[in-house]
């Protein structure tokens, strides 16, 4: 009765039916690959928890670098259930993150960067970007001998890059060595321009989406079952997997709780064996394989360059993919696309060994 | 006896068990975050362990401030050598208070309140006298407990 | 597959997490075995809220995907399809389904 009243109230002031019937047009189409379809709302759940586990910690986390080695050891000790939260910040970005990777793969893949969807990859790869930066700022804010360890080595091989590295550097950095004050500057990053950019680019990313609709694998165009209804069929399907989701990530936060070292001393030396997340292994094994001096130049930049125009031909693949552009089949680009996730997984593997 | 309809179609009762449970799912995660967000604040201790030594050796007629959770405690020596320890906070609108050797009371300068030296409020707007608390010494220790409370000497 | 590589990975991560501390790692996980076995505990009881949850989920698909096959909008349809009336040349039609119009709302709009 009273959610009938309540729906009168509405359709004499808005238009609802308009809604309904944008509502009920929305399709999804069925195919072999469909699965895959539900990568990317994963990733939004996984970075709706993270938005507000980080918001719920960032009431305790003091960014000072006297204080937040401290207070994230109050939060982890005194507070009720500390240790549980930040536990699932921490095990949130390691889920959101290979997320991000797991939907990439996929879009490469099924490639549905293709025409006309080349701008969805495009925000997507800046998406893939911020998410790692959202990963090593929040990192650093730990404040133990680790972080500021790992800071040092990411900044200072950004400092490596030809012309513009000393630059990206100091700015990072906010000075020219890491200290206090690129503790303040990564908790900006990581509590407010971070958020305010991903946020932005993610809305680009959905509206993309809704505007092009679910783009088909071109194997399956003749496969195509029936499509089938968004509302309220494929997001009851999203809901069991991001259910599913939450179980794992609670799971893991409640079982295996991340440690905290030592708190870090800028003027003591570097830890045996220091190694990065796991999402930056692959870069660092790379780097690693790089000798000291190429042809007389310095071997860190040749590596940076070198580095950074995979990443580039990556990240401008569609255009570089021309047959699918025209809609053709383009099983070069489908191997190069393969060979780039699997010396990901291995030099990240290799890595994690070493 | 069985009916020969059902009460509720298969839609409500569906939609009845899904809004229920996601209810009871959500409520119940929901609020381990908000205690998180939300600690008890200011919560006062039951008893706080302080060195002897540094508050039976300050001179007569005169008071030493001492941590009482989020707040201000004070311990005071009368000039007959006499020992007790406050709450330092009026009991007015919580302001701290502070002691005034010469008159032998405690005033409080927010809206010009006066406590004698065992607490009892003379002038002003307080409408209660001021909490006192227990000590106790113990070796090299002092226990300064809330009144009633039972402190174990040996554990704290 | 993917449970083994999210076991994989969490292996991963604990692993990395303990060897890097060196030797001062703080003992974050509720160390009294009367406090891990409330996280257990309440480990369970997620479990099968999610579990729960998702079962009924999984009802309330059938059905609405039952319906749809029936060819009913998934929106009023709790509230009974209307038959229209046939008039006198539709006599002797064999296709009756054309006479079945939606589930109309019982409650007039005022616009």
Redesign the interface.
């Known amino acids: 009765m009273i959610r ?1 009243e309540l729906r ?1 109230w509405f ?2 002031r808005y238009n609802v039916e308009d809604f ?1 019937r944008f509502a ?1 047009s929305k399709r999804v189409p069925s195919h072999s690959y469909e699965i895959w379809y539900f990568t990317g709302g994963a990733t939004l759940f996984l970075f709706i928890i993270q938005f507000i586990t980080g918001a719920v910690l960032a009431l305790y986390y003091i960014p000072h670098a006297e204080f937040a080695h401290k207070s994230i ?1 109050e939060i ?1 000790t005194k507070l009720h259930m500390g ?1 549980f939260f930040r ?1 699932l910040h921490h ?1 949130g970005a ?1 889920f959101a993150i ?1 997320l991000v990777l797991v939907h990439m793969f996929g879009t490469l893949m099924l490639k549905s960067y293709r025409k006309p969807r080349e701008l969805l990859w495009l925000s997507g790869c800046i998406l893939l970007g911020i998410s790692i930066f959202f990963g090593l700022s929040g990192y650093f804010l730990l404040w133990d ?2 972080a500021f360890a790992a800071v040092r080595v990411a900044t200072g091989g950004a400092g490596n890059f030809p012309i513009v590295g000393g630059f990206i550097r100091n700015f990072l950095r906010g000075g020219i060595d890491v200290t206090g004050e690129t503790l303040t500057r990564f908790y900006a990053f990581h509590v407010s321009i971070l958020p305010l950019a991903v946020i932005l680019v993610v809305v680009a990313h959905l509206f993309l989406v809704q505007y092009h609709g679910m783009s088909v694998p071109m194997s399956q165009e003749s496969k195509r079952g029936q499509d089938t ?1 968004f ?3 494929i997001l ?2 999203d ?2 997997i991001w ?2 989701l ?3 990530v ?3 936060a ?9 708190q870090a001393d800028p003027l003591a030396p570097a ?5 990065p997340e ?1 999402y930056f292994l692959s870069l660092f094994q790379t780097l690693k394989l790089f000798p000291g001096v190429i042809l007389g130049l310095n071997g860190e930049t040749i590596a940076i360059i070198i580095v950074t125009v995979a990443v580039l031909f990556l990240f401008l693949f569609p255009f570089f993919d021309r047959k699918s552009l025209r809609q053709e089949r383009s099983p070069v680009f489908t191997w190069i696309g393969f060979i780039y996730i699997i010396y990901f997984i291995v030099m990240t593997v290799i890595g ?1 060994f070493s | 006896m069985k009916i020969p309809y059902s009460l509720v ?4 009762f ?2 009845t ?2 809004g229920g ?2 209810l ?2 959500s409520a ?2 929901i609020y381990p975050l908000l205690k998180f967000a939300f600690p008890t604040l200011s919560k006062e201790p039951d008893f706080v362990v302080l060195a002897a030594r540094d508050f039976l050796s300050i001179p007569p007629n005169s008071i030493r401030p001492f941590a009482w959770g989020g707040k201000v405690g004070l311990f005071l020596k009368k000039t007959d050598g006499e020992v007790s320890a406050l709450k330092g906070v009026c009991t007015h609108m919580e302001c701290n208070i502070t002691y005034r050797a010469e008159e032998k009371k405690f005033y409080c300068a927010c809206h010009k309140g006066w406590f004698d030296d065992n607490g009892k409020n003379i002038q002003g707007p307080p409408p209660r006298p001021l909490e006192f608390f227990d000590v106790t010494v113990s070796g090299e220790k002092m226990i300064i407990a809330r009144k009633g409370v039972k402190v174990d000497t040996a554990r704290a | 597959m993917i449970a083994k590589l ?1 076991l994989g ?2 292996g ?3 692993g ?7 030797g ?3 003992e ?3 160390s009294s075995p009367y406090d891990r076995y409330i ?1 257990y505990e ?2 369970v009881l ?2 099968i ?2 579990i ?3 079962a ?6 059938k ?3 039952r319906g ?1 096959n029936m060819g009913l ?3 009023g349809w ?1 509230r009974g399809i209307k038959v229209g009336m046939p008039k006198p040349y539709d006599i002797g039609k064999r296709d009756m389904t054309s006479f079945i119009e939606e589930g109309l709302s019982p ?1 007039k ?3």
């Open positions: 009938q009168n359709e004499e309904r009920r050891i982890v240790w536990s095990w390691q290979a001998e680790r209804f509302f309220p069929n009851y399907k809901l069991i259910l599913v939450l179980g794992l609670v799971t893991c409640a079982l295996a709780p991340p440690e905290i070292g030592r830890p045996e064996n220091i190694k796991w994690y | 179609t298969r839609r409500t569906l939609n068990l899904f449970w996601l009871a799912f119940g995660s | 999210i990975c969490f991963m991560v604990s990395i997490a303990s060897d890097i501390a060196g001062q790692a703080l974050v996980f509720p996280v309440t480990l997620f479990w809220g999610i729960g949850l998702i009924i989920i999984r009802m309330k698909l059905e609405i995907e749809q909008s998934s929106n709790d409650v709009k005022q616009r």
